[in-house]
């Protein structure tokens, strides 16, 4: 049984940072991308960054210089560091990752339950 599992969302104010981490675990072969999505009340949910096995990065425009993206393949972890923070980002946050369980011949997208970030002006 592959799962993702989101910690580290909360309520911050304004200009404020927060560090969100999601671990994979159970059977798996290998993880691919791993990836930080989120979805505002009203809007589609929008890929806000995503990092390959290899450490190769893609940040959404929005949070270029404000958030950073990062990956500990030993610990099949990876976590996003969000300073300077606005209202605007306030959304739940869901990990995502490319998994290929042990045993099967591709990989699959899997979804963490998502994290509320709350940010207050």
């Known amino acids: 049984q592959v799962r993702l599992v989101e910690s580290g969302g909360g309520v911050v104010q304004s200009g404020g940072s927060l560090r969100l981490s999601c671990a994979a675990s159970g059977s798996i072969f290998s993880i691919d991308t791993m990836a930080w999505y989120r979805q505002a009340p009203g809007k589609q949910r929008e890929l806000v960054a995503e990092i390959t096995s290899g450490g190769s990065t893609n940040l959404a425009d929005s949070v270029k210089g404000r958030f950073t993206i990062s990956r500990d393949n030993a610990k099949n972890t990876v976590s996003l560091q969000m300073n300077v923070l606005k209202p605007e980002d306030t959304a739940v946050f869901y990990c995502?990752?490319?998994?290929?369980?042990?045993?099967?011949?591709?990989?699959?997208?899997?979804w963490g339950q998502g994290t509320q970030v709350t940010v207050s002006s």
């Open positions: 995502n990752a490319e998994i290929t369980p042990l045993g099967a011949m591709r990989k699959y997208a899997y």
